[in-house]
Every structure is written in C-alpha cells, then in structure tokens.
C-alpha cells in the first residue's frame, strides 16, 4: 500500500456532504459509497458501493479505487475496480 496519504478522512468526506443534494445520507458508510460511484462514474448501482461501504474494509476500497484511477484510459472503471476488489479480498 502507498501508505496514509491515500486516505480520506471522515471530515474530508463529510465537507462534501450537501444537506439539500443528499438528504437521504446519514451516515459515513453512506457518503463513501456515493463518493465511490461518483468516482467511477456509476451512480446507476451507488446502492452496491454504499453496500460496500458499510460491509468492506475500507483500506481494500481504497486500494481497489486507486488501482482504478492509476490504470489511466479504462473501458470500464467499474468493471476493473470490481476485478481489483475480487482480487484484493482474496488475499
């Protein structure tokens, strides 16, 4: 791993939190999974990243969505970042 600095931490998540465009999140876990699929570009299936978030570590997500984004042009950004997470909890 690259070590911290990948992270976000729970403030920096919640800085973004938009009362008026999310008014259905309550929680972190929440936040993080749409976070997750705005970053891929999903948000047709952001209720399996919010489910990720709440049931996944989050140091694999965050492993499997940097592979993501150092991968550079990709056909499918969700389709590798579930390959990378597959591959990630089998370790």
């Given at each position: 791993?690259n070590g911290?600095k990948?992270?976000q931490s729970v403030?920096?998540?919640?800085?973004r939190?938009?009362?008026?465009k999310d008014?259905y999140?309550?929680?972190?876990?929440q936040?993080?999974?749409?976070?997750?699929?705005?970053?891929l570009?999903d948000?047709?299936?952001?209720?399996?990243?919010i489910?990720?978030?709440?049931?996944?570590p989050?140091?694999?997500l965050?492993e499997a969505l940097n592979?993501v984004?150092?991968?550079?042009?990709?056909r499918?950004?969700p389709?590798?970042?579930m390959w990378?997470?597959?591959?990630?909890?089998?370790?």
């Amino acid at each position: 791993m690259n070590g911290n600095k990948d992270f976000q931490s729970v403030g920096q998540i919640l800085k973004r939190f938009d009362p008026t465009k999310d008014k259905y999140i309550s929680r972190e876990f929440q936040a993080y999974g749409y976070y997750l699929a705005e970053e891929l570009g999903d948000l047709r299936h952001k209720a399996l990243y919010i489910k990720y978030g709440k049931t996944i570590p989050r140091a694999i997500l965050e492993e499997a969505l940097n592979f993501v984004k150092s991968a550079g042009k990709v056909r499918s950004k969700p389709r590798l970042f579930m390959w990378k997470l597959k591959q990630l909890r089998k370790e």
